[in-house]
Every structure is written in structure tokens, then in C-alpha cells.
């Protein structure tokens, strides 16, 4: 499509469609702009011979409002969204963190997970509705709130917990492909003590081979295009669930338990002073929320795809708490049942599994294990490997789409995916698993620097601005959402997101090991506040932004819309985006108009 303005300047929209996604460019011929692109391009050092390889012909698609034809997700498909998303080992071990203090009993954990996923669910409705109602994905949202330069520390933050997230689900399904091989080459990978990898020169070795297999595995999963991943969706929907019921069938089984929740199987639990008990179950609390802080961010990402607004009306705040508590249960009776068994509670269920495999019970001969139950080890491992895959589809995405809507030119999606990956290498996974008190240590991390840049971008869109978002100027190098024609950086946005991190900040040092043992009283409270420190941060950079909004306010508001005037309407409206990129084409073309993405 092209289109000339009184003969001087034309531009040209290029769309074509691929199996991996829809690409879009805005090419600019005016004279002065191609020669100096031209003589860009011409440079014959290294690292701009690098740039031109690596510039794709189209810039991603992914930055743009999504168009009808792709807004095919209704409640049934968030329903089973959050099914899918649910199960997995990392939900499980979570979840029985709670047990292993011995402070809680079984029924106050799960009732502790149940109020954090309730919250949650809350929080992803409210966050989800953004990108419902404007089709638009989390890096574009991030430029409302921050500007079109400031959204990049929080996009590339949210790509790095991505990276994160992809690394810890690696070695988790490095576990799993560990359990495969021990159960069908036993004799070979355990000793005559029962000990495994006997026959290996070093065990930590042995756990690196298992990490690389299912690294690899994981690897061509995310080459495969985001529209061709629903077989392996479905295939997680329907066996995972089946294979963690299953694992809790057979260790509930051998326990001889007939009531699983009932506090008697806690044999070491003590009798806890309430305020230790109050205090075990807000982390408990707060590790579910934490574990949905990088989520809570990014709903937009999968909530653009809603075919309207009734698709999440009640689908986020029913199916998170419902969903992920019934497979905490899981994790928790698990638990629970291995204490009975073993006289220690293990937090997660590959632990069992393998504890299954060291099993040796009288009547066996020669001490060899059953053929059932290395075939069941084996079945079940199997089916947390497509769990795990599954799940690492999602975290790669995440990542991915940040990355490419940051450059655009050079990476697409499937690069970013790849890019994904090299980091889970880098950033050493096997180091968050020592034990389960440094995992949940990383994961409270997630909320100290993730909850306030929520903050402010939900206060933003619901208070501030109640609701009115305009998309063209979103695409504007030099629009409304610049904030500042040099940095383009909305500085109040930073303030508060700032400032909403410092309160936090003695508690995680604390919980990193920084103050030692002995500490004041003062430090004492001032570190509690962390406990809470989802909630600290959302609401200190709500209340900062707030404040600055109102001394200093933010362009972009409709008049007489004054945060502060209760009785000002509420602006918030189904957006129209079809042909998108003729709607910008249409727009007076001068020099005050750039395409972001061009």
C-alpha cells in the first residue's frame, strides 16, 4: 500500500504473514532519510556488517493492537488456560515450603495458599482487563505509564524474570529426566546401599547430562512457532492432571492414610506461639502472590487474544485460586503423606519419586526393584517432562516478546526464544535449588522489584487516567506518551517505582544473609515490612504517583477528569483496531509523526 502526500513523501506499509507470525514496517522514502540510511548501511566496519546481517526485512508484527481475526480466546479458553498453567512441579514444591517448619498444620497451609491465590486472582483480573479492552501487549502497555524510552527497563526486566523462570523449569525437568534414567537403567546408576549414580564418577555430573537432555528438549519446543503449540497445550491438559493425581494416589497409599489432611501425620509438629504461627502463614501467603508477580505484570500478553470483555469477567478471579490451590493440595498431601512414610516431609514430588526407587521392601528379592515400580516412576516422570516443556513454552514467551517489541529490526520472536535460552545457562539454575528456603528467597525477589512498576502502571490506567488510553499516539515517536522530546521518560513513573523499592530493601538483605544473626529491635520491624512486600511496593508506588500526578500532571488526561473528581466519568471503551495500520496512514503525515517501530 502506497500513498503519496502532494508528491514529496510516500509511505509504504509492507505486511506479510509467516507460520511463526505477521510482520510490519513502516518505510520512510523521503529523499534525505534514504540517503542517510544508505550511507548507514555502506559502513563496512564490523559491527554495522553484523547490524545488517542480523536486520530482519519486516519489523514484528507483535507491537501492534491485536486485529479481531486473532482474538479467538473465549472463557472456555481461559478456563483451561489456567488448568494447563497450574499444574506444574513448581506449583507443587511451593506449596509444601509451608510444611517444612513444622509450624503450620496441613490445614492452615492450604488455607494460607487459598487467601494468596484469591488475592492473586484479583490482581490478574484487574491487570488483564488493560489489554482486553485495548488489544495491546505488556512492552506497548509499559509506554503509557513510563514513556516510549522508560518502558525499557521495565520491559527488559520482565524479559530477564522470563529468562529466570525458563532456567528454574529446566532444572526441574532436568530432575525428571534424571528419575527416567535411574528407573530404566537402575542397576547401572545405583549401588547395592541404594545410593544413586553410584556407578557415575561424580554426581553432580550426573545431574548436569540430566540438565542438558532436557535443555535441548526444551530448546526445539520453542522453535516451534506460538500458533502450533496448542497440540502440546492440550497434551499437558490432559495427562499432567491424571499423573499428579496418580503420584498422590500411590504415596497416600503406601502411607496407609485415610484422611490426609488431618494434623496427627505431622508427628515432629510443635506447638507454635500464635504470633510464629501468624507470621509462618503470611510468608505462606505471600509465596503464592510472589509466585505470581512476574503474571500479575504481563496479563495483557494473553488477555489481548479475549474475544470481549465477558471472556475474563469472572474466568481470572474463579480459575487462579481454584486452580492453583487443588494442585497445592496436591504438593501439600504429598508432603504430608512422605512424613508419614519417611519421617521427613520432602518438598517436592521428584523427591518422593525417587525415594520410591530406593525402596526395598521384604519380600524382593536380591533387593532389586519391582518392575511396577520403575515402570510408574518412569510413566510419571514422563508426564512432568511435558509438563515442564509446557510451562517453558510460556516463560520463553514471555521473554521473547519483550525482546522483540525492544528491537524490533533484529529480533523476532523465535529469537528471542533462542536468546531465552542462552541465559538459563548463564545465570546457573542448580544454585536456586541448594535448598527451599534460597529458592523462596529468589521468589520474594521477583515481587521486591516487580510490584512496584504494577503499581504504577495499574494506577496509572485506573486512576489517573481513568481508563482513557489513545492508541495512535502510542505510535507516535514524538506523541503524548513521549513525556519528555529528549529521554522520553515519564520521570514521576520512576520516582515511585523507586521509591516503592526502598522499604523492601533491609528485609531482602536480611533474607540474603547481609545483617548476620544478632540484629536491634528496630531492624527486627523494619525487616517484618518485607514480609508483605508485594503489597508495600504496589501500594508505596501507587500513592508516590499518585502524589506526583496530582503536583505535576501527566499529559494524555482528559479534562475535567481529575483523579481527585470523584464524579468524573469513567473513560474506558472497547477499542476499535481493525487496519490499524491504515488508521496511521491516514493521519496528517508531517514531521511530527514518526512511527516508533520504523
Known sequence: MTRTNSGEDARLISRSK??????????????????????????????????????????????????????????????????????????????????LNHTLSTKE????????????????HISARIGTYNHISFPILCKVSFGLNGAIWPVLNRAVVGGV????????????????????????????????????????????????????????AILIPPHKLKPLLTLKAYVVPFAALGLLGWTLFKAKISDPVEPDYHTSIHESKDHLKFWTFVTSTMNSVANFSSLILNASDFSRFANSPKSIEYTNIICVPVCFTLTSLIGILISSASRKIYGVAYWSPLDVLDRFLKDVDNDETE????????????????SFIIAQVGTNT??????????????????????????CAMFSLIIQPWRFFESS????????????????????????????????????????????????????VNWRAYVAYIVAIVPNLPGFVNACGGFGEEKSMIMETIILIYEFSFFVGFGTAMIVYLMLCHWWPVEGIVRDTSFLNLK??????????????SLILDMEEDSSFNNVYD
Open 165 to 220: 523462570w525458563y532456567a528454574v523449569q529446566c532444572w526441574i525437568g532436568g530432575q525428571c529426566v534424571q528419575l527416567i534414567l535411574k528407573s530404566m537403567f537402575y542397576e547401572y546408576i545405583n549401588d547395592d546401599e541404594g545410593n544413586n549414580h553410584g556407578n557415575w564418577s561424580d554426581h553432580f555430573s550426573f545431574e548436569m547430562i540430566s540438565f542438558g537432555i532436557f535443555w535441548i528438549v526444551s530448546f526445539f
Open 18 to 99: 509467516t507460520p511463526e507470525e505477521q510482520q510490519f514496517e513502516i518505510i520512510d522514502y523521503d529523499s534525505t532519510n534514504n540517503s542517510q540510511r544508505q550511507k548507514k548501511v555502506s559502513s563496512t566496519t564490523p559491527f554495522s556488517r553484523a547490524l545488517k546481517l542480523l536486520r530482519l526485512e519486516h519489523s514484528t508484527a507483535d507491537a501492534m493492537p491485536v486485529e479481531s481475526a486473532r482474538r479467538t480466546w473465549d472463557k472456555t479458553s481461559f478456563v483451561f488456560f489456567w488448568i494447563t498453567d497450574s499444574f506444574n512441579i513448581n506449583t507443587i514444591q511451593l506449596a509444601s515450603t509451608g510444611l
Open 367 to 382: 533387593g532389586i526393584i519391582t518392575l511396577s515400580t520403575r515402570i510408574g516412576v518412569l510413566l510419571i516422570a514422563i
Open 394 to 419: 510460556a516463560n520463553s514467551l514471555g521473554a521473547a516478546t519483550g525482546l522483540s517489541c525492544l528491537l524490533p529490526n533484529y529480533i523476532t520472536i523465535r529469537r528471542g526464544g533462542i536468546i
Open 437 to 488: 528456603n534460597k529458592f523462596t528467597v529468589y521468589l520474594s525477589a521477583y515481587s521486591v522489584f516487580l510490584s512496584g512498576i504494577a503499581g504504577v502502571m495499574i494506577t496509572d490506567y485506573y486512576i489517573v487516567r481513568r481508563g482513557y488510553l489513545n492508541l495512535i499516539e502510542l505510535y507516535k515517536l514524538n506523541g503524548i506518551y513521549s513525556y519528555d522530546q529528549k529521554l522520553k
Open 109 to 124: 497451609v492450604i488455607l494460607s495458599i487459598l487467601l494468596g491465590y484469591s488475592i492473586v486472582g484479583v490482581f490478574i
Open 568 to 581: 468524573a466519568n469513567w473513560l474506558e471503551e472497547w477499542k476499535y483496531v481493525e487496519d490499524f495500520d
